[in-house]
């Protein structure tokens, strides 16, 4: 999870939505199912400028986790969803 925090905070995209000083929230919720080799989690991004939701969804795989999904959803910006799954080195 730390990665992928910290991959987030150095995004230049999170970066041009939330602005600096970009902190996770909280809060972390969702589930992780080490026997199945699943997990979706959800938590909050605080930047200067905006907060986000974020969205992970995760798989493992020969005892790694994968990202599979990383979605960024910023509050100010309603109906937005940003993919940045592609963007990350996850």
Known sequence: MKNIVFQLRHSATVHGV???DIKPGYWFT??????KGTASLDFKLIGSQDEAAVHVKARK????WTMNEVILT????TGQKIDLSGELNI
């Open 74 to 77: 910023p509050q100010k910006h």
């Open 18 to 20: 939330l602005g600096n």
């Open 30 to 35: 969702g589930s992780i199912n080490q026997y």
């Open 61 to 64: 795989s020969d005892n790694n």
